[in-house]
Nanobody, 114 residues
Framework: QVQLVESGGGLVQPGGSLRLSCAASGSSVSGNAMGWYRQAPGKQRELVAIIGTSGTTNYADSVKGRFTISRDNAKNTVYLQMNSLKPEDTAVYFC????????WGQGTQVTVSS
């Protein structure tokens, strides 16, 4: 059973940057596509970035050009570099597969505010 632990969130001013990490344990995730999701208060969880096993990436229009997803298979970890942050990026961020979800981690809170 894979366990996912997200970290790296925090409070940042608009225009700032954060780098989120998702450490997987229990089994390797290198053979799976992985994604970053976010859930804002009162909204559904949305998938914002995906990375395939070969490193191909896709992004939601709302984050394209600002967020970059990457992975380090040796560390069994997936990252999300977030630049030019906006208040509307405020949410709890989670990582998981694009489908056939593992058990969800606790997520990491990102708050963008001046």
């Amino acid at each position: 059973q894979v366990q996912l632990v997200e970290s790296g969130g925090g409070l940042v001013q608009p225009g700032g940057s954060l780098r989120l990490s998702c450490a997987a344990s229990g089994s390797s995730v290198s053979g799976n596509a992985m994604g970053w999701y976010r859930q804002a208060p009162g909204k559904q969880r949305e998938l914002v970035a995906i990375i395939g096993t070969s490193g191909t990436t896709n992004y939601a229009d709302s984050v394209k050009g600002r967020f970059t997803i990457s992975r380090d298979n040796a560390k069994n970890t997936v990252y999300l570099q977030m630049n030019s942050l906006k208040p509307e990026d405020t949410a709890v961020y989670f990582c998981n597969r694009p489908d056939s979800w593992y058990a969800w981690g606790q997520g990491t809170q990102v708050t963008v505010s001046s």
